[in-house]
């Protein structure tokens, strides 16, 4: 690839080539990051299975611990969000969550007023 870009002289040519270098490369990059997110959600299933037969817990709890940690897997990717937002300044984590959860207080907030209106209608 860094051939085909110095082979160029055209400035397109060079453009297009490092253009299509910079997305491989985010390819990779992004696949590797998959990767390694798979890798550690497979350890860690394997240690809750161990961790789950060494307390010999029944089996409806190990399904039910199977099924959380799947969903947990399906809802983040694999991305621990807790201890990532944990990890940063109290106003960003302030902002982070004002983000994530206002829609959610949209709807409480209109919840609370339409509900509200009723209760003054109905005296």
């Not at 055209?10 to 490369?25: A, D, G, K």
Request: with cysteine; charged share 30%.
């Amino acid at each position: 690839m860094i051939k085909e870009l110095l082979s160029f002289s055209h400035p397109s040519h060079l453009l297009n080539s490092w253009i299509r270098y910079s997305c491989w490369l985010l390819l990779q990059k992004y696949l590797q990051s998959t990767t390694v997110r798979v890798e550690e959600m497979r350890i860690k299933r394997r240690d809750a299975e161990l961790w789950m037969s060494h307390r010999m817990l029944p089996d409806f709890l190990k399904q039910r611990i199977r099924r959380y940690e799947q969903y947990k897997w399906q809802e983040n990717r694999g991305v621990e969000e807790e201890t990532l937002i944990r990890n940063l300044p109290k106003d960003l984590r302030r902002d982070i969550k004002r983000h994530l959860c206002l829609d959610l207080l949209k709807k409480v907030c209109t919840i609370h007023n339409h509900l509200s209106i009723h209760s003054v209608l109905s005296l």
